[in-house]
């Protein structure tokens, strides 16, 4: 994002970092993506290997529980099992609210004040307990600013858990921003992507851009649905919200048709590729995943290191 929480959170020291992890943070887990490590020395242990998921991505994965508000606790967790470490962290849904809003007209510097009050109605955290961000697309015709929202005290505790145990804060991101990462060709593609017990996300993304985003209710337990769900109402359901999401791409947004329309999904993914192709002239393909969160601890890694996994 243009200036980052870091700007104002930026109060850890600087330390020797011995490895680069990717962090997905949800509302009761934190998921570390570790890329494969050539030196052996530096390998985790044993034991806490015993509790890693071997991943496709040719790392390691390791889930840390978390109840949403004891940071040290599992940021000590993290460093008994991979020593010091630069971080980058992509925040789970919990953890933040995208508001989109006009740009104010002002200057650059005055920015961050003016979105403050434009987005206090809309934010449900009290205006003086806000730190925001924001991001803008190159589809420069809206007028609209995306604005992101968190808590700036549950900022300030993350941070102070990193700076405690000797993590270096890369950049925090959020998942809207995480899925340009599913991506290295020059294609525009729909990515419908959902995280366990959270709305579905509809995208679009281009050459590491994020053009337009969308969340939708009614689908917290996809990942849950049967083969027989899917079939009977699922699938067109989702047809529906997608072609909502294509239509305003195309009319609002004015832009040519997506490539492609991209299924990251737990559950029963395979099932939806051909029910929902039949409703479209674009091809449906699945991200090839072992889990959507383990994934996105992969993204944030992949953004730390540009793209090297």
């Known amino acids: 994002?243009?200036?980052g929480f870091l700007s104002k959170l930026a109060f850890w020291r600087q330390t020797q970092a011995s490895t680069e992890l990717g962090l997905y943070i949800s509302a009761d887990s934190i998921y570390v993506y570790q890329g494969e490590i050539q030196d052996s020395s530096k390998q985790v242990s044993d034991s806490a290997l015993q509790s890693?998921?071997?991943?496709?991505?040719?790392?390691?994965?390791?889930?840390?529980?978390?109840?949403?508000e004891d940071w040290l606790e599992a940021f000590a967790e993290i460093k008994g099992i991979f020593g010091n470490a630069k971080l980058q962290i992509v925040l789970g849904e919990s953890f933040y609210q995208l508001i989109?809003?006009?740009?104010?007209?002002?200057?650059?510097?005055?920015?961050?004040?003016?979105?403050?009050w434009s987005v206090k109605d809309l934010a449900t955290e009290p205006v003086t307990n806000i730190q925001l961000d924001y991001f803008e697309s190159s589809l420069t015709n809206t007028g609209k600013i995306n604005v992101v929202v968190a808590n700036k005290m549950q900022l300030s505790a993350l941070a102070q858990a990193c700076e405690q145990q000797g993590f270096t804060i890369e950049g925090i991101s959020v998942e809207e921003l995480a899925m340009p990462l599913?991506?290295?060709d020059a294609a525009t593609h729909m990515v419908v992507s959902h995280v366990p017990e959270h709305d579905l996300l509809l995208t679009v993304?281009?050459?590491g851009e994020l053009l337009m985003q969308r969340r939708v209710r009614g689908f917290a337990q996809i990942d849950k649905a049967t083969a027989a769900d899917i079939q009977y109402g699922i699938a067109d359901n989702l047809s529906l919200e997608i072609q909502r999401s294509m239509d305003y791409f195309e009319s609002q947004l004015r832009q040519a048709p997506v490539g492609s329309i991209d299924l990251f999904l737990d559950g029963e993914s395979q099932t939806l590729v051909p029910l929902v192709s039949q409703n479209f002239n674009q091809k449906v393909i699945t991200t090839e995943h072992d889990s959507v969160t383990e994934h996105l601890a992969f993204m944030a890694f992949k953004q730390l290191t540009g793209g090297e996994a």
């Open 52 to 68: 890693h998921t071997k991943s496709e991505l040719s790392g390691v994965t390791k889930k840390i529980a978390f109840n949403g």
């Open 182 to 184: 599913l991506f290295d």
């Open 205 to 207: 993304v281009k050459q």
């Open 1 to 3: 994002m243009n200036n």
């Open 100 to 116: 989109v809003a006009d740009k104010p007209n002002v200057e650059a510097n005055e920015l961050n004040q003016a979105l403050l």
